[in-house]
Every structure is written in structure tokens, then in C-alpha cells.
């Protein structure tokens, strides 16, 4: 067993989660601590302004220098551990053009933390035609499969909801042996989630998020809009597939009329048809979602979901499991299963041709005696 350590920055741009497990890249050992950064509003800001970029454009090296600064300063609390899984910022996805584009240097991250890191995990899923996205289904099913040890699930399909800056769905089957064996798991982009909820509270409120739904509580949701936001081709796409954080900018676009309750409410609507539309394209009705993600703690959210979904909604901790931490533990259990030429993702996760070992490994330089 090797205890890792996963960090994980979001397209919510909120800060670095940190969580370490002990894990052989097939089973989870245990689970150990965890912990966030919050970012600056000069590191948010930054951040911010690069989004949408690619390598070389403006801003961009900024960028990648504040990922690698808050994460190696995140890192340095976690002493013990052995390899860190380290995502990078995603700003740009595109991977049947441009490709995918997560800025900051794992070379200089193992320099700066005196630790191996494994980085670049999206590259060459992407090479391979993939979508590179998302890649926390093969943790989920560890997960799933942890659960059911812990006699905290039954043996039966289950679904992950991660609600981030943008939306995945994992179903996954934990009787399955491998992630990688057919019938294991199905994932697939939702659709927007918490990005264009928090843009808008950033924008108007100078808020970074709308604490428990409260605002969009006491809106009314828009019809015209959101039956326009249905009609999005993308939502015809069969899985898997993939988004950009900004490929949904005309919702943010047909709210901006709207008062602030009205639009947050609109955008919840938003959030919660995206994964009901989606739902067509599991390969079996799961009779529970397991909800992880920030957006777990927006009860505006919560309750659209219960409303939109034929299934038992909870939040992920109803299954012993952090869903706070759960993307960052991802890629610490990604890290480890790099570490031994295990696949990361498969063709449907990502679409890809057939099962893929991504990432990159970067040891720390050795000073000479």
C-alpha cells in the first residue's frame, strides 16, 4: 500500500483541496487527512483571467506559477506521504480540436515539495481520442466497492453526482472486478453546475458562492430560459462526453435580465434538467445518487434534484465517504495506479479507444554530495 496524497483545483476557482489515502491503485486501504486553501482574491482573480487560454497566452504562465505556489504551500502539511496526484488548473478543454489545457508544472511541483508527483493526467487520453474527461469514475467505483465492504451500500449499480464548476455523472456497477471491465462504469459531463451560480454571485454580490441555495430559494425560475437551454444539442450527444467550463456561457448570457434571485434560480433549474436530461443514457436506473461536490450543500439544489430525478438523492456522505474531498482522494488513487501502469480511463469514461494509462511522472531533483 502507498500512502498518496491527491490535490485538486476546480473550475469553481474556490481554492486546493488535499486529501491523502492509502490505497495499492485497486482498493482503498484507508482514508487520512484532508484539508482546503482558500484562494486569494488577487489568485482568484488571476485565475479567473486566464480561463478560457492556452499555453503561451496572456496571463497563462501567471496562472501556472499561483497553481504550483498554493499547492506546493498546501502539500508542505502533509509530511508522510509518498507520491502526490497533482490535476493542475484546468482553463481550457477542447479535445476534438485544441485539446485540453491544465496550467502548472508538476516538474517544478516535485521540486518544490522534495516528492515524486504525478501530473498531467488528461494528455494522453486526449492523444489517444478521448474526451480526457471526467476522471474520477474509476475512483468511484473503488469507492462504491469500500462502501459495500463497509456494508454502508447494497451490491447494486449506484450513481456519483459530482457537482462542481461543471456536473459529472458516474454510474457504476461495484460487482464489476476492474473499473476498466465492460459494464463497470458509464460517465459523462452533465452540464453546468456550480460555475455559472457562482459567476453570477461573484459578479453581482461580490459573493463567491450562494451559501445553502438561500438566494435562489427565494427566486422564480425562468421557463423561456431554461426550455432554451434544453434545447443545447449537446444534450442529444450520447455518452460519454465532455465540457468546457464556459460552454454554456449564453445561460449566463439569458439571466443577466433577470433579478439575482430569479436568475440563481433559474441557474439551480438549469443544473438539475441537465442531469435529468442525461439520464437516458445510463445503462440501468440506479436507485440512489450520491451527491459530492460543492454543490451538495446548496439545498436550492438538493431539492431540484429530489424533484427531477427518479431516485433516492443523498448526499455522498450517506455512503461514508467526503464529499468535499473526493475529486482530490480521486487523483491521489489516480496517482498511485500511474505509479503502476494501471488504466485510468476507459471507453466509457472518456470515450477513449480502449483502457488508458495517463499521467506523468516527476521525481524532485537530488543535491549531490
Same mark, same amino acid.
Given at each position: 500500500?502507498?500512502?498518496?496524497?491527491?490535490?485538486?483545483?476546480? $473550475?469553481?476557482?474556490?481554492?486546493?483541496?488535499?486529501?491523502?489515502?492509502?490505497?495499492?491503485?485497486?482498493?482503498?486501504?484507508?482514508?487520512?487527512?484532508?484539508?482546503?486553501?482558500?484562494?486569494?482574491?488577487?489568485?482568484?482573480?488571476?485565475?479567473?483571467?486566464?480561463?478560457?487560454?492556452?499555453?503561451?497566452?496572456?496571463?497563462?504562465?501567471? &496562472?501556472?506559477?499561483?497553481?504550483?505556489?498554493?499547492?506546493?504551500?498546501?502539500?508542505?502539511?502533509?509530511?508522510?506521504?509518498?507520491?502526490?496526484?497533482?490535476?493542475?488548473?484546468?482553463?481550457?478543454?477542447?479535445?476534438?480540436?485544441?485539446? $485540453?489545457?491544465?496550467?502548472?508544472?508538476?516538474?517544478?511541483?516535485?521540486?518544490?515539495?522534495?516528492?515524486?508527483?504525478?501530473?498531467?493526467?488528461?494528455?494522453?487520453?486526449?492523444?489517444?481520442?478521448?474526451?480526457?474527461?471526467?476522471?474520477?469514475?474509476?475512483?468511484?467505483?473503488?469507492?462504491?466497492?469500500?462502501?459495500?465492504?463497509?456494508?454502508?451500500?447494497?451490491?447494486?449499480?449506484?450513481?456519483?453526482?459530482?457537482?462542481?464548476?461543471?456536473?459529472?455523472? $458516474?454510474?457504476?456497477?461495484?460487482?464489476?472486478?476492474?473499473?476498466?471491465?465492460?459494464? &463497470?462504469?458509464?460517465?459523462?459531463?452533465?452540464?453546468?453546475?456550480?460555475?455559472?451560480?457562482?459567476?453570477?454571485?461573484?459578479?453581482?454580490?461580490?459573493?463567491?458562492?450562494?451559501?445553502?441555495?438561500?438566494?435562489?430559494?427565494?427566486?422564480? $425560475?425562468?421557463?423561456?430560459?431554461?426550455?432554451?437551454?434544453?434545447?443545447?444539442?449537446?444534450?442529444?450527444?450520447?455518452?460519454?462526453?465532455?465540457?468546457?467550463?464556459?460552454?454554456?456561457?449564453?445561460?449566463?448570457?439569458?439571466?443577466?435580465?433577470?433579478?439575482?434571485?430569479?436568475?440563481?434560480?433559474?441557474?439551480?433549474?438549469?443544473?438539475?434538467?441537465?442531469?435529468?436530461?442525461?439520464?437516458?443514457?445510463?445503462?440501468?436506473?440506479?436507485?440512489?445518487?450520491?451527491?459530492?461536490?460543492?454543490?451538495?450543500?446548496?439545498?436550492?439544489?438538493?431539492?431540484?434534484?429530489?424533484?427531477?430525478?427518479?431516485?433516492?438523492?443523498?448526499?455522498?456522505?450517506?455512503?461514508?465517504?467526503?464529499?468535499?474531498?473526493?475529486?482530490?482522494?480521486?487523483?491521489?488513487?489516480?496517482?498511485?495506479?500511474?505509479?503502476?501502469?494501471?488504466?485510468?480511463?476507459?471507453?466509457?469514461?472518456?470515450?477513449?479507444?480502449?483502457?488508458?494509462?495517463?499521467?506523468?511522472?516527476?521525481?524532485?531533483?537530488?543535491?549531490?554530495?
Amino acid at each position: 500500500m502507498i500512502r498518496a496524497l491527491g490535490m485538486m483545483s476546480g $473550475t469553481s476557482l474556490d481554492g486546493v483541496d488535499a486529501a491523502e489515502i492509502e490505497t495499492d491503485g485497486i482498493t482503498i486501504a484507508s482514508f487520512g487527512d484532508s484539508r482546503f486553501r482558500s484562494y486569494s482574491d488577487n489568485e482568484a482573480a488571476v485565475l479567473h483571467g486566464a480561463l478560457g487560454r492556452w499555453p503561451g497566452e496572456a496571463g497563462v504562465d501567471e &496562472a501556472a506559477g499561483i497553481s504550483v505556489a498554493c499547492h506546493a504551500d498546501l502539500a508542505g502539511e502533509f509530511p508522510d506521504v509518498e507520491v502526490i496526484g497533482y490535476h493542475g488548473q484546468t482553463l481550457a478543454h477542447d479535445p476534438h480540436g485544441r485539446g $485540453t489545457h491544465q496550467a502548472g508544472d508538476g516538474v517544478a511541483l516535485a521540486h518544490k515539495t522534495g516528492r515524486p508527483v504525478v501530473w498531467d493526467f488528461r494528455s494522453e487520453d486526449v492523444r489517444q481520442g478521448g474526451e480526457g474527461a471526467p476522471l474520477a469514475p474509476f475512483f468511484h467505483w473503488a469507492c462504491a466497492r469500500w462502501a459495500v465492504g463497509a456494508g454502508l451500500l447494497p451490491a447494486a449499480p449506484v450513481a456519483f453526482l459530482n457537482l462542481g464548476g461543471v456536473g459529472n455523472i $458516474t454510474w457504476v456497477d461495484p460487482s464489476c472486478d476492474t473499473p476498466e471491465e465492460n459494464g &463497470a462504469c458509464l460517465a459523462f459531463d452533465t452540464g453546468p453546475a456550480n460555475a455559472p451560480i457562482n459567476d453570477l454571485m461573484r459578479k453581482r454580490l461580490r459573493q463567491s458562492h450562494d451559501s445553502g441555495g438561500r438566494l435562489a430559494a427565494r427566486g422564480r $425560475t425562468n421557463q423561456s430560459v431554461l426550455q432554451r437551454f434544453l434545447a443545447h444539442p449537446y444534450f442529444e450527444r450520447p455518452a460519454p462526453k465532455s465540457l468546457d467550463r464556459d460552454q454554456f456561457v449564453e445561460l449566463s448570457a439569458a439571466v443577466e435580465a433577470l433579478s439575482d434571485a430569479d436568475a440563481a434560480a433559474t441557474l439551480v433549474a438549469a443544473l438539475a434538467a441537465a442531469v435529468a436530461a442525461g439520464w437516458r443514457w445510463l445503462p440501468s436506473a440506479p436507485s440512489t445518487v450520491l451527491v459530492c461536490g460543492g454543490g451538495r450543500h446548496n439545498e436550492s439544489i438538493m431539492s431540484a434534484l429530489g424533484a427531477q430525478l427518479p431516485a433516492n438523492v443523498r448526499p455522498v456522505e450517506a455512503a461514508g465517504l467526503d464529499g468535499d474531498m473526493l475529486e482530490a482522494q480521486a487523483f491521489a488513487w489516480l496517482a498511485v495506479r500511474v505509479l503502476k501502469g494501471l488504466p485510468c480511463s476507459g471507453p466509457m469514461t472518456t470515450g477513449v479507444a480502449g483502457p488508458v494509462c495517463g499521467g506523468r511522472i516527476s521525481h524532485p531533483k537530488r543535491s549531490c554530495a
